[in-house]
């Protein structure tokens, strides 16, 4: 169950990266299940990890990896089927060998590797079966396999998510690709997920660094399928600096202005795409809070509606319970609630105003408000001039199912 169409768009190659998707039949025989991502000599990386601290023992390598290579890593691996989290030091040492792996084919330092890992947490990881799967990775590299890889990296979701831009500045075309999966165990505390997301201009790794973690916080960091932050969150953005450009170093040109605002053009489309396909969801909810004192105070409102289970099961039976909002926004963490200032809108349906039901609202208004698959809340708070947007789902009989059997 997913909202909206999944097809993917045409997906442009970015000069100096390759990909090659596997099966390692980590979980599920004959299931591709490793992916390979090849940089060119020279490629700066940033990056974006969970803040869970059980984090998993391919973030903790790729941290480490990361800082030693000086941000030009020339290979990216990506496993499902098996989080290697909750894993010890049997598990670090897990994923530096098949960082080990690549490096020993690819004939460069395994600090030259980055491994990520999603799928069940707590049981080992396969090593040998990723071992022998490597030299078939690698011989799948091509600069046209996003598509393969973006499924590839998929886990519970039903379906791939992949993006792809082309912008020109100053007469000089460059190409944003990236791709991500998630679908469950989302809930932004930096990304929530994993994405690849690479372009061919030349930027510093600094700079990089600042317009990620910038492109994260208004998308990834915007989206909650079911509150729970994973293990192995991680969003990397290459730039291999193969469309000729000088490197970009001001955060003022012209080129960073453009590759900004196409980044958080890419990442807001991934991270809508993640909530769109959240498990067993039949709803894509926008919740929209203004007139807040501080965006903070916006987000907390917005986040305690979209974590509500009784507002995402409201939800999934298109019921109007507007009751369930008004309890949602009354325990958020705000100061001094006015609750007769508070309004409350389904579409632009005014529900509730003044503290109560508003004088105007039906409840045949209400049914034909959350009957759409698209809905947006929207809450007025009449106290400052500030806004926040997040991105959520419903909660259906298919989200206990799909985790009720995880691990069957």
């Known amino acids: 169950m997913a909202v909206g169409s999944g097809s993917l768009p045409t997906l442009h190659p970015v000069a100096g990266v390759r990909l090659g998707t596997v099966s390692a039949g980590i979980k599920t025989p004959g299931r591709k299940d490793l992916v390979l991502l090849e940089l060119a000599q020279g490629a700066h990386c940033a990056a974006v990890f969970t803040r869970n601290a059980f984090c998993a023992a391919p973030v903790t390598v790729a941290r480490e990896h990361l800082q030693r290579c000086q941000a030009q890593p020339r290979y990216l691996l990506v496993n499902t089927g098996n989080a290697n989290a909750g894993t010890?030091?049997?598990?670090?040492?897990?994923?530096?060998?098949?960082?080990?792996?690549?490096?020993?084919?690819?004939?460069?330092?395994?600090?030259?590797?980055?491994?990520?890992?999603?799928?069940?947490i707590g049981e080992p990881l396969p090593v040998h079966a990723i071992q022998q799967a490597v030299p078939a990775a690698f011989a799948a590299l091509t600069a046209d396999g996003w598509a393969q890889a973006a499924a590839g990296i998929m886990t519970t979701d039903t379906r791939p998510k992949a993006h792809s831009l082309r912008f020109t500045v100053a007469d000089r075309e460059y190409t944003l690709t990236g791709m991500a999966k998630g679908a469950?165990?989302?809930?932004?505390?930096?990304?929530?997920?994993?994405?690849?997301?690479?372009?061919?201009?030349?930027?510093?790794?600094?700079?990089?660094?600042?317009?990620?973690?910038?492109?994260?916080?208004?998308?990834?960091?915007?989206?909650?399928?079911?509150?729970?932050?994973?293990?192995?969150?991680?969003?990397?953005?290459?730039?291999?600096?193969?469309?000729?450009?000088?490197?970009?170093?001001?955060?003022?040109?012209?080129?960073?202005?453009?590759?900004r605002d196409a980044l958080e053009q890419l990442c807001l489309v991934l991270a809508q795409g993640l909530v769109r396909d959240g498990e067993g969801a039949s709803k894509f909810v926008t919740v929209q809070v203004n007139g807040g004192n501080s965006e903070q105070e916006c987000l907390d409102v917005a986040f305690t509606i979209a974590h509500s289970p009784l507002v995402k099961t409201a939800l999934f039976a298109s019921d109007p319970n507007w009751g369930r909002l008004l309890a949602?926004?009354?325990?958020?963490?705000?100061?001094?609630?006015?609750?007769?200032?508070?309004?409350?809108?389904?579409?632009?349906?005014?529900?509730?105003?003044?503290?109560?039901?508003?004088?105007?609202?039906?409840?045949?208004?209400?049914?034909?408000?959350?009957?759409?698959?698209?809905?947006?809340?929207?809450?007025?708070?009449?106290?400052?001039?500030?806004?926040?947007?997040?991105?959520?789902?419903?909660?259906?009989?298919?989200?206990?199912?799909?985790?009720?059997?995880?691990?069957?």
């Not at 690849?196 to 201009?201: F, K």
């Not at 503290?355 to 007025?380: H, K, L, N, W």
């Open 88 to 120: 010890g030091e049997r598990g670090v040492a897990a994923a530096r060998d098949t960082a080990a792996a690549v490096a020993a084919v690819a004939g460069v330092e395994p600090d030259q590797v980055l491994p990520f890992s999603t799928g069940v």
């Open 328 to 408: 949602a926004i009354g325990r958020a963490p705000l100061e001094r609630l006015q609750v007769d200032r508070v309004s409350v809108y389904l579409n632009e349906v005014l529900i509730a105003a003044g503290g109560c039901r508003a004088d105007s609202y039906t409840e045949e208004q209400g049914v034909a408000a959350m009957a759409p698959e698209e809905i947006t809340i929207r809450i007025e708070l009449d106290r400052g001039a500030s806004t926040a947007t997040v991105w959520t789902t419903d909660f259906s009989y298919d989200y206990v199912r799909i985790n009720a059997e995880y691990r069957s």
């Open 184 to 259: 469950g165990m989302i809930r932004p505390n930096m990304a929530t997920m994993l994405a690849y997301l690479a372009t061919d201009m030349a930027v510093a790794p600094d700079l990089l660094q600042r317009i990620l973690a910038a492109a994260v916080e208004s998308s990834f960091n915007r989206i909650t399928v079911d509150g729970d932050t994973s293990t192995n969150d991680a969003c990397v953005l290459a730039a291999t600096g193969l469309a000729g450009n000088p490197l970009v170093i001001d955060p003022d040109s012209p080129q960073c202005i453009a590759l």
